[in-house]
Each structure stands twice: as structure tokens, then as C-alpha cells.
């Protein structure tokens, strides 16, 4: 079964972390059982609550605009607005500090009229929140837009019919049919938040995943950072108990024979410049900011007279390995959902749940777990463009496995039978009948393992074949030494480099619609 | 129907892709670094290095302390040959993994700037400093030593990054210089008065300059790259503490050779142009750090070293990073 041995090759990092903390002396955990340990992992779990909740609170009305109004330039809001997934969330934090510090852009503009001296502190839990926030909502809405449409408009029909109001109709009908894209989309916002760094060191508000990193920056002590880790797997593992309670046991799929139609397009009226208001709100903050303040801090560099370079050679390799890691992480991803949603056991199930631990833990863990395997054990491909892809695979796994699971859970396995019933094999079903019909959660999960792939940091540094450069490790590398000039340019090009095959992606559905 | 076929088609074909990749391995006879020093900094003078003496030269660019992790966790099949390191922390975290280095390489470095042991040697070096917004502060207003920083009435003007490797280095030799119990004081005493905790340098010098805080405790050269991108107006600047002292000590950036070499030649020449005049040269005047052999001249808007009241420590007594960890969490400064 490739399912199971997808499920083997994932559980690497924990193996690794096994095989580290069992080398951790007395003194780790002592640390680990110290008050201060608890209290850093309950600041840690408020926050993931905190972004998770306002994740998909922005998300849901975002993405039934998009997918169920006659909002104008719909299918521009949607690229404008999954793009921010694509922002490095040290470049997040940097920009956030640069634009709302209690000193920054914001404030110099609101001196000169209002007298404003300071701001009140970013820093801390709104500035940690805001930064993650912006750049993990897109998880909610994408694995929400294509759960979108793939709904049946025949059950909304049947109760507008029996009389129930739009807003009832949503309430009791469409809500309870996304919750699985809920629950997938704000899994993955939840556990990206617990597992980041650049966004919260900067912020300074000191999470798990900052302890954690600290023991490598500190001590260089590997040992307490995998016993460590070891505690954010054990979260990971409560927070993935707590999606499998909310996805709810219903069923998903189209309840009636018959040509898919698209659902019914809700008139905004005079709703639409509220709407288009919002839109633009969420845009402004999450990609016009950061575009503003790159660009600000581009033409001051040029101005003091900074050298202007362009490196395409980064952006080709960049497009390059994140189409590799979607196109192969699709691939491992469709076992995982298929085994998961068809043949639904206590196996499967755990097969799907463990594809997750790697999503969970810091890049840095998965990076290093996969240098003590590749250098030992699989030298001949030990930092080569192969083992880098398996590094992206086992991170971004279930944000593939996430959206494509939502689409075939409403897929009925009577078409499937039916198709199986004329004469096709399995395999013929697959590609002829089941794969068309989860297409929505196959373009959403290659767009999230994409754009995230794109920004992916630790793992391309360390495991890359050597002087291999993406835009990522060049912002970085320029940031890292304060040259924020020349870490502008690379970044607005990683935003409009992604930007192209996203919008292709949108056209394509359109055609795959009519 | 047929497009699908293509599609699926087309992906298989990425995969082989992937898989004939993994064909290609490295050669061994390139010299492999492995550097904590970014590519902004140290790729021009490694680029001159192999023009210089035909040696091909690979570089796989990181932070300090993840690179040496990952060099921990290769074991012996690590791919490097020199570890190059942004501080005397990365360095000592792998002394035990370097090569001795020979004593004419050793020879031309001050012995404050080069492990005691032989096993590696600095290459370029940075001082500590206190940088302080211009448009609230005058130096006049600063105090002569960095114990002075205790006063309540730095209270919340402060920043600070007890995270950074050069950091531990300073408190390292407070400890020397001080005494356990006063570096405690210290540490307390700063963390009464309430500092912002930055991850890094960089941060702190760019929220002295926004005005967030008034006053941080970074290294020298951050304050350069600022004003090269922001210019003179730029509202901060350097204070090189009067007194001297732990707070005006030179830490410095290295490299070691890896017993696992199989090019420990080419190796140690490369460390041999680094601290050649060319090289060093280029430290000083590029990158705005001080050059750790004599004969330099350094950067016009640098204070020279002769000029700076630094302490002058054995690199003997720096090694002991653990117990400046240990004091640090027993302060409650790091969790």
C-alpha cells in the first residue's frame, strides 16, 4: 500500500525525536517540568485559539462572497487574497513592526495631524496575532473555497422551498455542510501557529515553538529541542482529537442523481459595496501593507544609492522546486485522503491523523531530522533536489491531504461503484471518475503546498543541493544582516512570481465550471 | 478524458524528474563551507579566494546555529570542510569536531582573538557597543560603564537580545571580569527596569532608530548597513563605553577545519587568505568590522581598535557558554 508507506516516511521526524530526547540529560527535563513551562504553553495555546477563530471568522464570509454572490471581480479577490499566504512570517513581523510599531509609518502619518507621539505596543499577543493571522488565513479559505463548490444546491433548494429564509437556509444547511472544510482549514491555521517562529520572536511573544528554537540558538542542544518538540507533538496530537470531534460523522456528498449544477448566486444588491468594502479591507492589510512597506524600503535603499538586483536565477528556482513539492505532495496526498474517506477504519484513520505531525512541528526539527537519516543512512542522496522534495512532502502533506479529503468526502461512492459496475478497473475509476470530480481539492491543496513551499526557509537551507538559492533564502540572508533594501526586491518578486500560476489556477477552474 | 491522461502523465514525469535528481552527488574535490556569516557579507571575499588560487569553493549559507546542528546531526559524513561561524559560540558548540589548526595560521592572530586550543581562529572582529537614538540622547547623557544601565531611570528605553550568541559573549566575560554574583546583579538590575527582548541585532538598532527605545545593546557594524540604506540622518549612533569594561568587549567571527575533511589543504589555505592582508582589508573596509591581524587600516567612520577601551580576556576563560546559560535562566532572563 503507498498510503502506508507514505504513512512510514512521515513518521521520520518522530522517530528522530525519539531517538534525540532519549539522549536528553536530567537537566531537560527539569526545564521542562518548570512553571515557566506551563505558562509559555498556555500563552501558546491562547494564541492558537485566538488566530484560529478569527481565521476563519474573516474566511467564511470572505469565501461565500467570492463563491456564492455576484460580488464584482470575484475570481481578482480570491488570487488578491490567498496571495498573503506566500509572505515569509519574519517578513510579516517585520513589516508589521516596520508599519504599526508604536514608532512606525502609521504613526509618522498620523503625527503631523493629530499629534500622535507613539502608538499603543504592537508588540505581544496583537502584534504575534495579527502577523500569523495574515499569513495562515488562506489555509481556512482555500480548503473553504473548494469545499464551496462542491456543494449539493439541491439541499438549499429543498429548504428555501419549505419556506426557511436565506439566513436559516445558511444556518441550518450550508454551515453544517462545511464543516469539514472548517475543520481542515482551521487545523492547518492551528497548527501552523503553533509552530511558528519568525513572526512570534519578532513580535516577542514568547510561544512553544520560541523555546523550542531558543535550545538551538542557546545551547545548541539538540536534545532538550527534540524533548521539547516532543511536548508540541503531544499538542498537535490534542488539537487533531479536537478536528476529528467537530468534522462531525454526516454525509457530505450530493444527495441526488444527476449533472453537478452550479449553486445558486446570491444577489448583493445594495450589500455590494459593504462587501467590496470588506474585500478591500482584508487586501489592504494583508498584501497592500506589506507591498507598501517593501516598497518603501526599496526606494529608500535605492535612494541612499543601494544597487539594484534583480536575480531571476532565484525566482526560477523557486517556481521550480514549489511546483516539484505541490505536484509530488499531491501525489502522496491522494492515497492518504482516499484510504481516509473510502475505507474509513481505526488504520486509516491514523494513517491520515500522522501525515499532520509533520505540519506541526518546526521546519528546523523536520530539516534535522531529515539530515541524521539522509547523511547516515541514504548518503547518495543526502542534499539533492530528491531529498529536499521529501522534506517539503512530509511538511506540507496535509495541506494537501486537508482540501482534497473535504472535495471527496462529497463525492458519493455510488458513482464510483457505478462507473466500477460498467467495466472499468479500480485504476480507470480513479482517473476517469474520482479524480475529475475532487479536482476543487486537488488545485486547492497544490495551491497552499505552492505558495507555502515558495516561502519555506530551514529546509531549503539546510537540505537544498549546495548553492541552491530561492527568493526565500535571499530575503532572508539580506534581512538577517539589516540590508532591508535588498531583501525588498526578492520579496515583491516572490508575491508577483506566485501570483501568476495563482491566477492561471483561478482561470482553470472557471473552465473546469462551465 | 484524453487531457487527464496528459495531466497524469505530466505529473509522473516531475516525480522521475525528482527521483533522477537524486542521482547527482556532490564532487569532492570543491572545498565545502559551511557558513554562518551571510552571503552579503562573506560571498565576495570567497569569490576572490577561489579566483585567487583556483580552488572551487562551495558554500551552503544558514544561520550560525542551525548549520552547526546540522553538521552534530551529519556526524562523520559531513560534506564540509570549514565551518565559519558569526561567533565564538558556534565555534566552541563544534571544537570538538575541528582539526588542529597549524601554528603558523595560528601565529598571525592576537591570542584573544583565536581558541586556545588551536581549534579554530577568528577572522574578523566586532566589538560591543550601545547604540542610542540621537534626537533623545547625547553621549553626555550615557554613563560610563554598562552597569549604569541599571539606573531606574532607563526603565522601558532599553533593548536587548539575551538569545543572540555575541550577547552571551559579553555576559561570558562579565563574568570573567566581574564575578559571577555581580553579572547577577547586572542581570537583574537591567531586567528591573523593564528592556524589550529582540531576537536578534538587527531589530534593536532599527527600533533604536524609529525611536522605540532609546538605548540597546547591539554589535558595532549593524548601525553601518543602516545608515548606508537610510544615510546620515538616520537617528542613531555607536557609543563605545568610556570605561571599557564587559560591555566594550571584541568578540570575534571564525573558522574551523572539520576532522572529517578529506581537502584539509585546500582548507587551511582558504583560512590562510582569510586573514591575509586582502581579506582582511576587505573586513574592514566592506563590512565595517575590525581586522584581526595587524597592518589594516579600517573603515574612516570606524573607531579604531587602538581607540577603543576594550578588555583585554583570555580566550581560555570565554569558553564556558554553559554556566553564562545557566546564569541566564537562573535570572529568569531566558525560560
Given amino acids: 500500500m503507498?498510503?502506508?508507506?507514505?504513512?512510514?516516511?512521515?513518521?521520520?521526524?518522530?522517530?528522530?525525536?525519539?531517538?534525540?530526547?532519549?539522549?536528553?540529560?536530567?537537566?531537560?527535563?527539569?526545564?521542562?517540568?518548570?512553571?515557566?513551562?506551563?505558562?509559555?504553553?498556555g500563552r501558546t495555546v491562547v494564541l492558537v485559539i485566538a488566530v484560529t477563530v478569527v481565521s476563519v471568522a474573516i474566511s467564511l464570509p470572505l469565501a461565500w462572497l467570492i463563491n456564492r454572490t455576484d460580488l464584482p471581480f470575484r475570481r481578482v479577490w480570491l488570487v488578491l487574497t490567498m496571495l498573503p499566504l506566500v509572505i515569509p512570517s519574519y517578513v510579516a513581523g517585520l513589516v508589521i513592526v516596520t508599519a504599526l510599531g508604536p514608532r512606525g509609518m502609521l504613526q509618522q502619518v498620523l503625527a503631523a495631524p493629530f499629534g500622535v507621539e507613539r502608538l499603543p505596543e504592537i508588540y505581544g499577543f496583537p502584534g504575534a496575532m495579527l502577523a500569523?493571522?495574515?499569513?495562515?488565513?488562506?489555509?481556512?479559505?482555500?480548503?473553504?473555497?473548494?469545499?464551496?463548490?462542491?456543494?449539493?444546491?439541491?439541499?438549499?433548494?429543498?429548504?428555501r422551498s419549505l419556506g426557511h429564509g436565506p439566513w436559516d437556509t445558511f444556518r441550518r444547511i450550508t454551515l453544517p455542510q462545511l464543516r469539514p472544510a472548517i475543520a481542515a482549514g482551521g487545523l492547518l491555521v492551528a497548527l501552523y501557529t503553533l509552530k511558528d517562529f519568525g513572526a512570534v520572536s519578532l513580535l516577542r511573544y514568547e510561544t512553544f515553538t520560541w523555546a523550542i528554537y531558543l535550545q538551538y540558538q542557546t545551547s545548541f542542544d539538540r536534545m532538550a529541542a527534540a524533548a521539547l518538540s516532543l511536548v508540541l507533538v503531544v499538542v498537535a496530537v490534542i488539537i487533531l482529537v479536537t478536528e476529528v470531534r467537530t468534522r462531525g460523522r454526516s454525509q457530505y456528498h450530493r444527495s441526488t442523481v444527476g449533472v453537478a449544477r452550479p449553486p445558486a448566486c446570491t444577489r448583493l444588491g445594495r450589500w455590494r459595496w459593504p462587501a467590496l468594502g470588506f474585500c478591500a479591507m482584508i487586501v489592504l492589510v494583508a498584501l497592500i501593507m506589506p507591498i507598501s512597506v517593501l516598497s518603501y524600503w526599496l526606494v529608500r535603499g535605492v535612494s541612499a544609492g543601494e544597487p539594484l538586483n534583480v536575480v531571476w536565477s532565484s525566482a526560477l528556482n523557486s517556481g521550480y522546486v514549489s511546483g516539484l513539492a505541490a505536484a509530488a505532495t499531491v501525489v502522496a496526498a491522494l492515497p492518504v485522503a482516499i484510504l481516509a474517506v473510502r475505507y474509513s477504519g481505526?488504520?486509516?484513520?491514523l494513517l491520515e491523523r500522522v501525515s499532520y505531525v509533520g505540519f506541526a512541528l518546526p521546519g528546523?526539527?523536520?530539516?534535522?531530522?531529515?539530515?541524521?537519516?539522509?547523511?547516515?543512512?541514504?548518503?547518495?542522496?543526502?542534499?539533492?533536489?530528491?531529498?529536499?522534495?521529501?522534506?517539503?512532502?512530509?511538511m506540507f502533506l496535509p495541506q494537501a491531504v486537508g482540501p482534497i479529503r473535504s472535495s471527496l468526502l462529497q463525492v458519493s461512492r455510488r458513482v464510483e461503484e457505478a462507473a466500477r459496475s460498467l467495466g472499468r478497473s479500480p485504476l480507470q475509476v480513479l482517473a476517469t471518475v474520482t479524480l475529475p470530480l475532487v479536482r476543487p481539492g486537488i488545485l486547492a491543496g497544490a495551491a497552499l503546498v505552492f505558495l507555502t513551499t515558495m516561502k519555506e526557509l530551514p529546509a531549503t537551507l539546510i537540505l537544498s543541493p549546495i548553492g541552491f538559492k530561492t527568493l526565500a533564502t535571499s530575503i532572508w540572508s539580506a534581512t538577517s544582516e539589516g540590508f532591508f533594501a535588498r531583501a525588498a526586491v526578492p520579496a515583491l518578486l516572490l508575491i508577483l512570481v506566485s501570483s501568476v500560476p495563482m491566477a492561471l489556477l483561478v482561470m482553470r477552474e472557471r473552465r473546469g465550471q462551465s | 478524458m484524453r487531457k487527464r491522461i496528459l495531466g497524469l502523465g505530466s505529473l509522473l514525469m516531475m516525480l522521475a524528474i525528482v527521483v533522477s535528481a537524486c542521482g547527482q552527488a556532490a564532487t569532492s574535490q570543491t572545498?565545502?563551507?559551511?557558513?554562518?556569516?551571510?552571503e552579503e557579507l562573506v560571498g565576495p571575499i570567497i569569490d576572490q579566494f577561489s579566483k585567487a588560487t583556483g580552488i572551487k569553493v562551495q558554500v551552503r549559507y544558514g544561520s550560525t546555529s542551525e548549520l552547526a546542528a546540522t553538521i552534530l546531526e551529519e556526524?562523520?559524513?559531513?560534506?564540509?570542510?570549514?565551518?565559519?561561524?558569526q561567533d565564538p559560540g558556534g565555534l566552541g558548540a563544534l571544537a570538538h569536531l575541528f582539526a588542529p589548526i597549524p601554528d603558523t595560521i595560528l601565529g598571525q592572530v592576537e591570542p584573544r582573538f583565536r581558541s586556545p586550543y588551536g581549534k579554530w581562529v577568528g577572522i574578523s572582529g566586532r566589538a560591543r557597543v550601545v547604540v542610542y537614538n540621537t534626537q533623545d540622547l547625547s553621549e553626555a547623557d550615557l554613563p560610563d560603564d554598562i552597569w549604569g544601565f541599571t539606573d531606574p531611570k532607563w526603565k522601558g528605553r532599553i533593548g536587548w537580545a539575551p538569545s543572540n550568541g555575541s550577547f552571551q559573549g559579553m555576559v561570558t566575560a562579565?563574568?570573567?571580569?566581574?564575578?559571577?554574583?555581580?553579572?547577577?546583579?547586572?542581570?537583574?538590575?537591567?531586567?528591573?527596569?523593564?528592556?524589550?527582548?529582540?531576537?536578534?541585532?538587527?531589530?534593536?538598532?532599527?527600533?533604536?532608530?524609529?525611536?522605540?527605545?532609546?538605548v540597546g545593546f547591539p554589535n558595532h557594524y549593524y548601525l553601518f548597513r543602516f545608515l548606508e540604506e537610510q544615510g546620515e540622518s538616520f537617528p542613531a549612533r555607536n557609543y563605545y563605553l568610556r570605561d571599557g569594561g564587559p560591555g566594550a568587549v571584541i568578540l570575534v567571527a571564525g573558522a574551523g577545519i572539520l576532522e572529517t575533511s578529506q581537502n584539509k589543504e585546500d582548507a587551511e589555505r582558504f583560512l590562510e587568505f582569510m586573514l591575509s592582508l586582502v581579506a582582511q582589508q576587505y573586513f574592514a573596509g566592506q563590512t565595517f568590522e575590525y581586522p584581526v591581524v595587524e597592518g589594516v587600516?579600517?573603515?574612516?567612520?570606524?573607531?579604531?581598535?587602538?581607540?577603543?577601551?576594550?578588555?583585554?580576556?583570555?580566550?581560555?576563560?570565554?569558553?564556558?557558554?554553559?554556566?553564562?546559560?545557566?546564569?541566564?535562566?537562573?535570572?529568569?532572563?531566558l525560560p
Fill in chain 1, 364 to 394: 528546523i526539527v523536520i530539516a534535522l531530522a531529515l539530515v541524521f537519516f539522509g547523511a547516515n543512512y541514504a548518503t547518495p542522496i543526502y542534499q539533492t533536489m530528491g531529498l529536499l522534495i521529501l522534506a517539503y512532502v512530509i
Fill in chain 1, 346 to 349: 481505526r488504520i486509516s484513520a
Fill in chain 1, 2 to 41: 503507498p498510503a502506508v508507506l507514505i504513512a512510514v516516511v512521515v513518521s521520520l521526524p518522530l522517530a528522530y525525536l525519539l531517538l534525540r530526547s532519549l539522549g536528553a540529560g536530567g537537566e531537560t527535563w527539569d526545564l521542562l517540568f518548570r512553571s515557566r513551562t506551563l505558562d509559555i504553553l
Fill in chain 2, 75 to 85: 556526524g562523520r559524513n559531513s560534506p564540509a570542510d570549514i565551518f565559519f561561524a
Fill in chain 2, 174 to 214: 562579565m563574568r570573567v571580569l566581574w564575578g559571577e554574583e555581580k553579572t547577577k546583579q547586572w542581570l537583574l538590575g537591567i531586567k528591573a527596569v523593564n528592556p524589550k527582548m529582540y531576537p536578534k541585532n538587527t531589530p534593536i538598532v532599527a527600533a533604536v532608530g524609529a525611536g522605540e527605545i532609546d
Fill in chain 2, 31 to 38: 572545498l565545502t563551507v559551511y557558513s554562518g556569516r551571510s
Fill in chain 2, 297 to 333: 587600516t579600517t573603515h574612516p567612520l570606524l573607531k579604531p581598535l587602538s581607540e577603543i577601551s576594550s578588555p583585554e580576556i583570555d580566550m581560555a576563560d570565554m569558553a564556558d557558554l554553559k554556566g553564562t546559560l545557566k546564569l541566564l535562566r537562573e535570572t529568569g532572563v
Fill in chain 1, 132 to 159: 500569523i493571522f495574515l499569513v495562515s488565513y488562506p489555509y481556512v479559505l482555500l480548503t473553504l473555497h473548494a469545499s464551496m463548490r462542491g456543494l449539493d444546491p439541491s439541499l438549499e433548494e429543498a429548504s
